[in-house]
């Protein structure tokens, strides 16, 4: 903590938080070390002793939205008393939750893309993950990944302004996702 009582964010952070402000909300071709570096109160020396190059960057956020939906995640299971399907349950209230991780994240991934596909990777391997969980979830595989895809397309259709539901009908959407992930549904 710092002297005033405040906790000290880590420099590592600060630079990550100002790179997904930057890419959300001028889009990946903009982004650059000085900007990123500008807005997070450090020097380009210092940014770039955290992330070498803008690809170290673009990979850190992506692996940053990445842990954080995962902790999100977590959370949810945990909380959850029932044990079939609340992997399912999980990741469909995660996605849906704009409070959690929300839309944001889908601007920053589609600048990520823009930028460097390759730097999805990391969280085209935790989907994969995420999927077997889901298919190994206690209850019907097909019901449970269909609920994981209407989460999905709900997310891009809000992400990219597709005709997304209004919030009464979203949350009714979210209520019969979730009764897709419970026994006897």
């Known amino acids: 903590m710092s002297k005033d009582g405040e906790e000290k964010i880590p420099k590592r952070m600060l630079i990550l938080l100002a790179a997904i402000e930057v890419m959300r909300e001028l889009g990946g071709e903009q982004l650059t070390l000085e900007l990123v570096a500008k807005r997070a109160g450090v020097s380009k020396g210092g940014l770039l ?3 070498p190059g803008k690809e170290a960057l673009v990979n850190g956020v992506v692996e940053a939205l990445t842990n954080s939906f995962e902790a999100d995640l977590e959370k949810r299971i945990v909380a959850d008393p029932i044990s079939s399907g609340r ?8 996605t849906f939750d704009e409070a959690g991780v929300g839309n944001d994240v889908g601007t920053v991934l589609a600048s990520a893309l823009f930028l460097n596909p390759e730097s999805l990777n990391g969280i085209r391997h935790a989907y994969a993950d995420w999927q077997l969980n889901i298919e190994n979830d206690g209850l019907d595989p097909v019901q449970t990944t269909i609920a994981r895809l209407a989460a999905d397309g709900l997310w891009f259709a809000e992400m990219f302004g597709l005709a997304p539901p209004g919030k009464e009908l979203k949350q009714r959407v979210l209520e019969a996702l979730l009764q897709l992930t419970k026994e006897g549904n």
């Open 49 to 51: 002793y955290h992330f």
């Open 87 to 94: 992997w399912s349950r999980a990741y469909i209230e995660s």
